[in-house]
């Protein structure tokens, strides 16, 4: 399994095309060659993409707007956009509110969803989709993510162990019951602060990343990406080196 950043971390050194290429070679010095791609201000592809591979950092997927995605001929220019970076792993964040947190939202939704998964598995691309704690919620006593799940066949997901956790549920139980339908995986601490739930470092949480890192290495999960919406020790560049110290220090980069 390899281990990379997810670029939403770094989201406020990421909103221009200079602020861009230094967070990249700033990423490269701290030992990272691997990005999710998330959260970045305009940017060209042809220039991102000869940053990359001067610096020699893969892509393992995106976070991509749904906007780019709905729209047939928009997803023909994502997928194009994402040949030039040598991805084949395209994403989306998160649930658009058009689609209302209800079992009748869900199932409108669930019908784009294949929709995209039927034209990206046709250009030889796969659709992730990113989860957080609201996929949880049951509708007819089904939890969301388990429709997507089982009414998805195409989709990947692309877990975060934080969310799973905030759901009320276990990451491991969900990174067996998703086996083999998991490229990306976010790895991101959950802390309490009081009565207060908090974001952190890997390490510095309460997730067992002695159980999770073995049993994504188990089932076959290619990459593992850091991600840390904010809480941060100190900076968000230096989160993700302290999360790759412990990491590296058990064993497990």
Same mark, same amino acid.
């Given at each position: 399994?390899? $281990? ?9 050194? $990421? ?29 060209? $592809? ?128 969900? &990174? ?19 009565? $207060?739930?908090?974001?952190?470092? &890997? ?8 159980? &999770? ?41």
């Amino acid at each position: 399994m390899k $281990t990379g950043a997810q670029l939403y971390t770094i989201r406020e050194f $990421t909103k221009t095309e200079k602020d861009i290429e230094a967070s990249l070679k700033k990423l490269k010095t701290t030992g990272y060659d691997l990005v999710q791609l998330s959260a970045l201000g305009p940017c060209d $592809t042809d220039r991102l993409a000869g940053w990359l591979g001067e610096l020699e950092i893969r892509v393992c997927g995106t976070h991509s707007p749904w906007k780019s995605l709905a729209d047939p001929q928009e997803l023909k220019k994502t997928v194009a956009e994402h040949r030039k970076l040598g991805c084949s792993h395209i994403g989306l964040g998160m649930k658009p509110d058009i689609f209302p947190d209800t079992y009748e939202g869900y199932s409108d939704f669930i019908k784009e969803v294949n929709k995209i998964c039927k034209q990206l598995k046709d250009e030889g691309m796969v659709f992730g989709y990113h989860n957080h704690e609201l996929e949880f919620q049951k509708f007819n006593r089904v939890k969301a993510i388990d429709r997507l799940a089982e009414e998805c066949p195409d989709l990947d997901f692309i877990l975060d162990v934080f969310w799973v956790q905030a759901g009320g549920a276990s990451p491991s139980e969900y &990174i067996e019951k998703l086996k083999g339908r998991i490229h990306i995986i976010h790895f991101k601490d959950f802390r309490v602060s009081g009565r $207060t739930r908090q974001y952190a470092e &890997i390490g510095e949480g309460n997730l067992d990343w002695d159980d &999770i890192v073995p049993r994504c290495r188990k089932n076959g999960i290619p990459y593992a990406v850091i991600e840390q919406d904010g809480d941060f020790l100190t900076g968000p560049f230096e989160s993700l080196a302290l999360s790759k110290k412990f990491l590296t220090e058990k064993g497990y980069w």
